[in-house]
C-alpha cells in the first residue's frame, strides 16, 4: 500500500538555524499536504501543494512539490523556539478519496 | 471560534465500558473525517462522511466501532466494549467537499482517550 517516509525522524538544531525535511513515497501524489503537531493538540494545515515543481511559501515555511511527484520537501527558516513540533506530510490516497495518508512525522525541537 | 471542535477533550475509561465523542466541523465544511493516532505515529485514516453519507471506513474500524451524522452537521463516533488496545488520541476534521481544496482538512484538537 502507500507509504510516506519522512526525514529525518527528529531534529535539534539551535535557534536561528534553516531547517530541512523531506517526505517521499513510492507511490505518485496529486496533492502533499504539510501539517504541524503540538503536543496534546490536532495537525494544524501549514501548506499545500497542488502541482509537481510548485514552490509554496507559508512566512518562513516553503514547501515543494517534487518533480517526480514521489516526494515532497519542507524548509523552515531562521527557526525560532515556538517552531518546536512535529511535522507530518500527508497525501490524499487517490484523487478524489477522502483519506489522507500520514508520514511518521519530523520531531523538531529548537534550542534558545 | 470558527474551527473544528471535539468533545470531551480527555476520556478515562474502564475496558468493557461504551465511550461517545462528539465532533462539529467548520460550519461550511460538507465533509467530516475520523482518524486516529497512537503516540509516536501519524493519524489513521478511520472513516469520512460526505454531508450525513458515510462514505469510506477503514479496516481499522472494526464491529466496535460506529459513527454517524445524522444532520450533516456535528457527528459521533461511538467505541463499545473499549478495549486497552483503543488507547489514543481521536481525531476529526472537516474539509469543503469540493473543489480544488478538497483534499485540505483542517482538524479539531482531538479526544484523547485512555482504558484501564
Known amino acids: 500500500g502507500q507509504q510516506l517516509n519522512q526525514s529525518p525522524q527528529s531534529m535539534f538544531i539551535q535557534e536561528g538555524e534553516d531547517v530541512s525535511m523531506n517526505c517521499t513515497s513510492s507511490?505518485?501524489?496529486?496533492?502533499w499536504l504539510w501539517y504541524k503537531q503540538e503536543p496534546g493538540e490536532g495537525p494544524v494545515l501549514l501548506i499545500a501543494?497542488?502541482?509537481?515543481?510548485e514552490l509554496t511559501s507559508n512566512g518562513r515555511l516553503t514547501a515543494q512539490f517534487g518533480i517526480t511527484r514521489k516526494d515532497s520537501f519542507l524548509n523552515i527558516s531562521a527557526s525560532i523556539p515556538s517552531d518546536v513540533g512535529i511535522y507530518f506530510c500527508?497525501?490524499?490516497?487517490?484523487?478524489?478519496?477522502?483519506?489522507?495518508?500520514f508520514g511518521q512525522g519530523t520531531t523538531l525541537q529548537v534550542k534558545p | 471560534d470558527t474551527g473544528v471542535s471535539q468533545n470531551p477533550r480527555h476520556k478515562i475509561t474502564k475496558r468493557g465500558q461504551n465511550v461517545t465523542f462528539r465532533c462539529d466541523p467548520i460550519s461550511e465544511h460538507n465533509r467530516l473525517y475520523w482518524y486516529r493516532q497512537t503516540l509516536g505515529q501519524g493519524p489513521e485514516f478511520l472513516t469520512y462522511f460526505q454531508n450525513e453519507a458515510q462514505l469510506e471506513k477503514s479496516r481499522l474500524l472494526s464491529d466496535r466501532f460506529s459513527a454517524e451524522r445524522p444532520k450533516g452537521s456535528f457527528s459521533t463516533l461511538e467505541i463499545q466494549r473499549t478495549e486497552q488496545g483503543d488507547s489514543a488520541m481521536y481525531l476529526c476534521?472537516?474539509?469543503?467537499?469540493?473543489?480544488?481544496?478538497?483534499?485540505?482538512?483542517?482538524f479539531g484538537p482531538g479526544t484523547r482517550l485512555t482504558v484501564l
Open positions: 501543494l497542488y502541482k509537481a515543481g
Open positions: 476534521a472537516s474539509s469543503l467537499g469540493n473543489g480544488g481544496t478538497i483534499n485540505e482538512q483542517f
Open positions: 507511490s505518485i501524489f496529486n496533492t
Open positions: 500527508a497525501g490524499p490516497r487517490s484523487s478524489n478519496t477522502g483519506k489522507l495518508i
